[in-house]
């Protein structure tokens, strides 16, 4: 029951719940393809201006993809990273070079940042309208290295030459994970991330929809999962660079929620197999202990008339019990601990036995009374009346 369960949940989280997600997803460059194509050997070798996506390339390839395909974008939203030219008096993290300025434009691009989840240390994150000019969100790797603690008041020199801008640190964020700067082109230690209002305040907001100085960030919504694929080629076709991947962060954190379930649903389909013939091994050296010295039983039986059916569903009614008993035992004890023996294997995934596998137990059930009944009938056929009064006569003989 626990080994049908973990399958068909994996089964079901890979077809019907996989299907029914809209994805958000991504255009990124892959900058790791492009720092090998142009031989360098950290990011700062490569003029990434020449890579940016810009406003206007995006809504072309967009639309032609959206024709093409006939797919309709179910939302879109976007992040801008500016690169900063100091700020005042402050001192950056150990292996550090470059500060950015992130403004994202609602909750949603925030939630598919390009460095990935994050948890707040202290504060929060200053919103998203015109009241969240002024504030931004510092990583705790620059609030440590410059003392630095939600309220306290920085001032960002946006350009060079630019006056100093003072700002709120309404927040200070740490990331979940690991995070690779010359991958994502923004250093986890030194990412400020803001709205797009506080990019606005400070001149560096890009206005012109081909301006490459800036990284636009954009991310759409498509209605299923082939849909990505779908769009992908399309955008590629329309003259998207094939530097550029479309990724998708649901997909991604979907089927890394999943993995436990799918490997151990992997593991389930072999053992279930070797778990069935143990237990079919089992249940034969059962009948065969309790029914080896049961000739002269069935042989007399059979001199008073007893037909061989009839021996065997005695002998059946005999085993019953203990297969009965051990069968429901075993139904009930998996059937209230099967999520709770998914989740010791590590599952985080809902795992309950449905009707289809209750049923299927059950006819399981069934099938284990019926081969005891035919062996118990097999077992009839082993003895002759012949045999049992020659080993009677034999002994009254001698």
Not at 162 to 187: C, F, H, M, R, W
Request: net charge negative.
């Amino acid at each position: 029951m626990v080994g049908l369960s973990i399958t068909s949940a994996a089964h079901t989280a890979q077809t019907t719940e996989y299907n029914a997600l809209q994805p958000i997803v991504s255009i990124r460059l892959d900058r790791t393809s492009v720092m090998k194509k142009a031989g360098a050997s950290k990011a700062s070798d490569v003029d990434w201006s020449k890579h940016q996506l810009t406003l206007s390339k995006f809504l072309q390839y967009a639309q032609t993809a959206s024709e093409q395909t006939q797919i309709q974008f179910t939302t879109a939203f976007y992040s801008e990273t500016a690169t900063l030219d100091a700020i005042q008096d402050a001192k950056l993290p150990q292996g550090s070079t470059t500060l950015t300025l992130t403004g994202f434009s609602e909750q949603a691009a925030l939630d598919n940042a390009i460095n990935g989840p994050f948890t707040l240390v202290q504060g929060k994150f200053p919103g998203f309208d015109t009241d969240s000019a002024g504030k931004v969100m510092v990583p705790q790797a620059l609030a440590q290295a410059n003392h630095w603690k939600v309220s306290d008041k920085i001032s960002i020199i946006a350009k060079s030459g630019a006056q100093p801008t003072e700002v709120t640190i309404s927040g200070i964020y740490q990331n979940k994970q690991s995070v690779d700067g010359d991958a994502t082109g923004l250093d986890p230690q030194t990412a400020i991330y803001s709205s797009r209002y506080e990019l606005a305040q400070l001149g560096i907001k890009m206005q012109d929809p081909d301006a490459t100085t800036n990284y636009l960030d954009i991310s759409v919504g498509v209605p299923t999962p082939e849909d990505v694929a779908k769009i992908d080629k399309a955008m590629k076709k329309a003259g998207l660079s094939n530097d550029f991947t479309l990724v998708s962060p649901t997909l991604d954190k979907y089927n890394a929620s999943i993995a436990p379930l799918v490997q151990r649903a992997d593991i389930a389909r072999i053992a279930l197999p070797a778990l069935i013939g143990i237990a079919a091994l089992l249940l034969l050296i059962t009948l065969a202990l309790t029914w080896k010295d049961a000739n002269e039983e069935i042989g007399m039986l059979m001199l008073l008339g007893r037909s061989r059916l009839a021996i065997a569903w005695q002998f059946f009614m005999q085993i019953m019990p203990s297969v009965v008993v051990g069968w429901i035992i075993g139904a009930l004890a998996c059937g209230f601990t099967t999520g709770h023996i998914a989740q010791a294997l590590g599952i985080t995934h809902a795992v309950t036995p449905s009707l289809s596998i209750i049923g299927t137990v059950v006819w399981s059930g069934i099938l284990a009374l019926v081969v005891t009944l035919v062996f118990a009938w097999i077992r009839t056929l082993m003895v002759t009346k012949t045999a049992v009064l020659g080993s009677r006569l034999e002994v009254e003989h001698e």
